[in-house]
């Protein structure tokens, strides 16, 4: 365990260079909001769906009845991209420029790096694809930008350039069982005693609940590398997961994770549909991991948006694209639950994507002065 603890610490530093400050792992009172995972599903999709089929999003609707849901909120934008970029910055984006994405104004990431002094780590954003897709992450504003720039995870995880190089070096591993960690911890409780303290204290920390805590997150992200996945939105599922491995190992402040193939709608309604069932299975796991950390659990909130809608009825070829100006296309659904969101709650109209990272802010302690939309007090308590 030695060498795979050591391997470890390679991994981390390499990929996200000299650690900064870890954000604080103290679980404070479980009515204040100290987290916030925003998961975006992008690529179009209807309230219709998103609301209204709890056969195909099951969590969806779990999360709605636990904390808040509500339809009508206008989109900012009239692509997935743009829309996307316009809930990130609280405004109104044009069609975008082909080859620039990057955002005018600071992003929700941005902001919460400057206000809050957050180190990198402490911010996360996961791609379900990399190149122009990671580019919404950050803008290009010159109070902003590459200094307050959070880290950025795509479908292969935080540390994926780094474990593909390994898996090269010494082929895929086989996923650890559950019963390994069992063993692994009756050999800790065996041996601990008898080793006494190590010259070594890094394996004296990997000792502790938070080193195990850590130690189990590391290999399971190298199993999750390991196992290829694969079928209706692999994409996606990618994106979730590693979003999933960054809140194990970082315990972030903010987490934002950017779904997008929904957009399979253009070509008929049935792919669509297995894809929104995919990516509720993959939300659920999110929130599975949320509820099984007591700190996360305690202090996370978690936001599901959609990114814009589709027309209400298909074109000639049976596909649904977003032209048709219907409430449908042009409007999004929320819904949200933990700390700071006012149960049950449906924001008075009219209802505004811009204002949903302006909130995000006002949860965590910071303002985002560039942006259009407004804090919704009559959505979230501060």
């Keep these: 365990m030695r060498h ?13 260079g000299a650690p900064g400050p870890r954000p604080s792992i103290a679980a404070p009172s479980p009515a204040r909001c100290e987290r916030v995972v925003l998961v975006v599903f992008g690529g179009g999709v209807r309230a219709r769906e998103f609301l209204g089929r709890p056969d195909l999003l099951p969590t969806v609707k779990a999360i709605g009845v636990a904390g808040s849901a509500s339809e009508g909120w206008a989109a900012a934008g009239t692509d997935p991209t743009d829309a996307t970029k316009g809930i990130l910055v609280g405004r109104t984006v044009p069609v975008v420029t082909p080859g620039r994405v990057r955002p005018d104004h600071p992003t929700l990431l941005e902001c919460a790096r400057k206000g809050r002094a957050y180190p990198a780590e402490a911010t996360w954003f996961a791609s379900y694809a990399d190149g122009e897709a990671i580019e919404l992450a950050r803008s290009d504003h010159p109070a902003y930008g590459a200094p307050f720039a959070p880290s950025v995870a795509v479908g292969e995880g935080p540390f994926g350039e780094r474990l593909r190089g390994l898996f090269r070096l010494f082929g895929r591993p086989n996923p650890t069982k559950e019963r390994t960690w069992t063993l692994l911890r009756e050999l800790r409780r065996a041996t601990a005693a008898a080793a006494g303290p190590s010259p070594d204290a890094t394996l004296d920390d990997a000792g502790t609940d938070e080193g195990l805590r ?25 994106a979730m997961r590693a979003g999933i491995s960054v809140l194990r190992l970082f315990r972030p402040k903010l987490l934002v994770i950017r779904l997008g193939q929904a957009d399979v709608a253009a070509r008929g309604l049935a792919a669509y549909l297995d894809v929104l069932r995919r990516d509720d299975q993959e939300l659920g796991r999110l929130r599975a991991e949320i509820a099984a950390d007591p700190v996360l659990r305690a202090t996370t909130t ?16 049976g596909g649904y694209g977003r032209a048709d100006g219907s409430p449908d296309a042009t409007t999004c659904a929320v819904v949200a639950e933990g700390p700071g969101i006012r149960r049950g709650a449906r924001p008075r109209a009219p209802r505004d994507m811009r204002d949903v990272a302006p909130s995000i802010g006002a949860l965590l302690g910071f303002e985002m002065p560039h942006a259009e939309g407004r804090v919704r007090e009559d959505w979230i308590v501060r």
């Design 4 to 16: 795979v603890r050591a391997l470890a610490s390679l991994v981390v530093v390499a990929s996200i």
């Design 214 to 238: 850590l130690e189990r997150a590391l290999l399971e992200e190298v199993d999750r590398r390991a196992a290829d996945v694969g079928g209706t939105a692999a994409l996606d599922a990618r």
């Design 302 to 317: 978690l936001v599901v948006t959609t990114d814009l809608g589709r027309d209400a009825t298909p074109d000639a070829s």
